[in-house]
């Protein structure tokens, strides 16, 4: 259901734009992450016009969510990357309305395959 794309290795201060391209119509989509030992936490969510968009505080003003409906395709910029943005990156979509839970996994029932993101200091 969901394709993600873009990882990679960068060094500190670097960008990558990472993708997420949808087989079908998607509500709410979100972007998590997941270093080695941790759980999964949100990072990004965007509502299905792109009118509303949510970020986790450590990204603010360094990570910026978009999505095109027509390409049924969500993105994620980060630039100014840091060394603790390493983990596997997981976008996520929901089939149904509304925003409630944007933040959670439980809030999602699409979930794609992981995207490595490596930064070096």
């Keep these: 259901q969901l394709q993600a794309s873009g990882g990679g290795l960068v060094q500190a201060g670097g960008s990558l734009r990472l993708s997420c ?24 969510a965007i509502s299905w016009s792109g009118g509303s968009t949510y970020y986790t505080d450590s990204v603010k003003g360094r990570f910026t969510i978009s999505r095109d409906n027509a390409k049924n395709t969500v993105y994620l910029q980060m630039n100014s990357l840091k060394p603790e943005d390493t983990a596997v990156y997981y976008c996520a979509g929901r089939s149904y309305s509304g925003s409630s839970l944007y933040s959670m996994p439980s809030g999602y029932n699409y979930w794609g395959q992981g995207t490595q993101v490596t930064v070096s200091s």
Excluded: D, I, N
Aim: hydrophobic share 40%; aromatic share 16%; glycine share 12%.
């Design 21 to 44: 391209a949808a087989s079908g119509r998607t509500y709410t989509m979100g972007w998590f992450h997941q270093a080695p030992g941790k759980e999964r936490e949100f990072v990004a």
